[in-house]
């Protein structure tokens, strides 16, 4: 594991393992360095050998190989287990078993790990402002099927509130749902009708109504630092980072 790689810092049981990973430490390359160096998508036009030999190298860190999913920034969550082997479309992974590697892409989206207090479940979000919209923080909590006050998320980088430009849309979407969220948002162009929005505080804001009271992590900008950081937003085409939890 390089020393750049993030192990998250919050007061999940020792045997819950989890691991967010940067752009350092692979073997890919690219127009530009676009997909520089530890790609780990296949979707994105890199040089498919260069992603094996990625995910091989991330995969020395891990109990086994992580139960990819094809992301569709919907609200879907499913269960993992040995037994998953076909990449399923989804945004969110849990899993109550050993060993088992639950993870989730991202370059500017929020990762967020879940686990409850004693460490029998662990959860990995994929969220989009289409899922966090859509409930998919919601959904993953309630078919976690445990007590929310037993639940901890911790927030990964993702692209900052001094970068994240959205339209009414996406204020809608919010607002709409909840007066609160207007909190999340920082109107740039009345005639354009732009905000800045703020989806560390949209993720928290979520996660309290759904009963999450401790979460950690958040506040780390995907986009402000290229030399760390895969972005979509910032590069357009580029490379993928993972969020992984597994119990050991």
Same mark, same amino acid.
């Given at each position: 594991?390089?020393?750049?790689?993030?192990?998250?810092?919050?007061?999940?049981?020792?045997?819950?393992?989890?691991?967010?990973?940067?752009?350092?430490?692979?073997?890919?390359?690219?127009?530009?360095?676009?997909?520089?160096?530890?790609?780990?998508?296949?979707?994105?036009?890199?040089?498919? !050998?260069?992603?094996?030999?990625?995910?091989?190298?991330?995969?020395?860190?891990? !109990?086994?190989?992580?139960?990819?999913?094809?992301?569709?920034?919907?609200?879907?969550? $499913?269960?993992?287990?040995?037994?998953?082997?076909?990449?399923? !479309?989804?945004?969110?992974?849990?899993?109550?078993? *050993?060993?088992?590697?639950?993870?989730?892409?991202?370059?500017?989206?929020?990762?967020?790990?879940?686990?409850?207090?004693?460490?029998?479940?662990? @959860?990995? $979000?994929?969220?989009?402002? *289409?899922?966090? @919209?859509?409930? $998919? #923080?919601?959904?993953?909590?309630?078919?976690?099927?445990?007590?929310?006050?037993?639940?901890?998320?911790?927030?990964?980088?993702? #692209?900052?509130?001094?970068?994240?430009?959205?339209?009414?849309?996406?204020?809608?979407?919010?607002?709409?749902?909840?007066?609160?969220?207007?909190?999340?948002?920082?109107?740039?162009?009345?005639?354009?009708?732009?905000?800045?929005?703020?989806?560390?505080?949209?993720?928290?804001?979520?996660?309290? *109504? @759904?009963? $999450?009271?401790?979460?950690?992590?958040?506040?780390?900008?995907?986009?402000?630092?290229?030399?760390?950081?895969?972005?979509?937003?910032?590069?357009?085409?580029?490379? *993928?980072? @993972?969020?992984?939890?597994?119990?050991?």
């Amino acid at each position: 594991m390089t020393n750049d790689w993030i192990v998250p810092n919050w007061p999940a049981p020792d045997h819950v393992k989890a691991l967010f990973t940067t752009r350092q430490g692979g073997f890919s390359s690219g127009n530009n360095q676009q997909y520089a160096s530890l790609n780990l998508a296949t979707h994105v036009n890199d040089n498919l !050998p260069h992603v094996e030999q990625n995910r091989a190298q991330l995969r020395r860190f891990l !109990p086994s190989e992580p139960k990819w999913l094809e992301q569709v920034h919907g609200i879907s969550s $499913i269960w993992v287990d040995e037994k998953t082997t076909s990449i399923i !479309p989804a945004d969110a992974a849990m899993t109550k078993q *050993r060993g088992i590697v639950c993870a989730v892409m991202v370059a500017d989206c929020l990762p967020i790990l879940l686990c409850n207090r004693t460490g029998t479940v662990v @959860a990995v $979000i994929h969220a989009g402002w *289409r899922g966090l @919209a859509g409930g $998919i #923080i919601e959904k993953t909590v309630t078919e976690m099927a445990v007590n929310p006050d037993d639940l901890i998320a911790w927030l990964g980088p993702a #692209i900052g509130p001094d970068h994240f430009e959205v339209g009414t849309e996406v204020y809608d979407a919010f607002v709409q749902q909840d007066k609160q969220a207007v909190q999340a948002f920082v109107l740039t162009d009345d005639v354009r009708k732009k905000w800045l929005a703020d989806i560390f505080l949209l993720a928290r804001q979520r996660l309290l *109504r @759904a009963g $999450i009271m401790q979460v950690d992590g958040g506040g780390v900008c995907t986009y402000c630092d290229s030399a760390r950081f895969f972005s979509y937003r910032r590069d357009s085409e580029t490379g *993928r980072m @993972a969020a992984l939890i597994w119990l050991k």
